[in-house]
């Protein structure tokens, strides 16, 4: 069984591991995962989780997580109940010591005990609030759950999206085999505001920890990642022997690019602030992915995590290619998540 130490809360002699971030895991153990998922996709239905179940909170929309997860469960022999709260389950609270005088009607403290007698797994999607990064990059929501559960925890998307990236690679080492000393483009793209940086953040953990040479492309300075996610790239390209740049030039980014990955994000400095960001937001329509672009590289595969907007992130030349791998990333999806789901209830 391979044993993942994610982020643990002590309940007296109780241990429990939760799934926060794929950071906290060896590149060993993460290969390890993806093997698992892969003799999944081969053999989709069994038992091994006959029995459990799983509470699915949704704050935010969500086709493909939620599909993918409600299946996988169902797959396995086990339940899924989805959640939205403040839609049709209470509205919860996450801040520790609120004095609750406004709209929500429960602690995660009482929502998180009740979940946990019912339910095997939580799993969360709690994008931030796009009002202030000081506070949201603690990644506190679901940090609150994880503090009150006494069962596993799974982060379905918040400040990262470590199932997406899953996803990503098991697809990259579908098509590659070792990507090891690949280069790796991470793109910014367009778009007509600002969005969240979790999937770019995931992608950029994932493409160092697995030994990629990977470029960081974004149209300037103020769109770089926060330094806990570009630090810990930086570590971990060490570690695995890929390397991390960061590039503020197209042509010489996609120059002999080896796999391209596209999102967009809005820029950190300006963060809550989408009317000041605009003023740079809106000179960059030029880095939609594109077939010029994707002429440059070494016949490079291109992915996005979606949903994307097409002719503004990349264009229908792109989506309909060979090369685009992100019907098969979300496919994936649901592979790596019934791995994750086997791991973290002990099922062999």
């Keep these: 069984m391979l044993i993942a130490i994610i982020f643990r809360t002590n309940f007296g002699d109780l241990y429990v591991k939760h799934f926060l971030t794929t950071n906290d895991w060896s590149q060993q153990e993460l290969a390890l995962l993806l093997q698992v998922a892969g003799k999944l996709k081969q053999s989709p239905i069994n038992s091994k989780l006959k029995g459990r179940s799983i509470a699915l909170l949704f704050l935010n929309p969500s086709m493909r997580t939620r ?70 990059r603690e990644d506190y929501v679901i940090k609150s759950l994880a503090k009150h559960s006494p069962v596993p925890v799974i982060d379905m998307e918040t400040i990262v999206h470590p199932c997406q990236e899953l996803a990503m690679m098991m697809t990259l080492q579908e098509r590659m085999g070792s990507v090891a000393q690949r280069k790796m483009v991470l793109t910014w793209t367009w778009h007509p505001r600002p969005l969240n940086t979790a999937v770019a953040n995931s992608a950029l953990l994932m493409g160092t920890k697995f030994g990629m040479d990977v470029t960081l492309l974004c149209p300037e300075p103020d769109y770089l990642l926060d330094s806990q996610f570009m630090e810990a790239a930086k570590a971990n390209a060490a570690t695995s022997g890929g390397s991390l740049q960061i590039s503020h030039d197209i042509d010489s980014a996609y120059d002999g690019a080896d796999f391209v990955y596209a999102k967009s994000w809005g820029a950190l400095p300006y963060y809550g602030r989408p009317e000041d960001e605009w003023v740079l937001r809106k000179n960059y329509r030029h880095f939609m992915v594109d077939e010029a672009k994707m002429a440059l590289t070494n016949d490079g595969l291109f992915s996005h995590c979606l949903p994307l907007r097409r002719n ?37």
């Design 67 to 136: 599909t993918s997860f409600d299946l996988g469960m169902q797959q396995m022999g086990g339940i899924a109940i989805v959640l939205q709260p403040g839609k049709d389950a209470w509205g919860l609270e996450f801040e520790t010591g609120a004095i609750m005088d406004g709209d929500a009607e429960e602690h995660i403290a009482e929502a998180a005990g009740v979940l946990s007698r019912y339910c095997d797994l939580i799993g969360i999607r709690a994008f931030p609030s796009f009002v202030d990064w000081s506070k949201d």
């Design 312 to 348: 503004i992130k990349a264009s229908d030349a792109v989506m309909d290619a060979p090369y685009c791998l992100a019907l098969d990333e979300a496919e994936n999806r649901l592979h790596v998540q019934k791995a994750l789901m086997m791991n973290l209830l002990g099922e062999k």
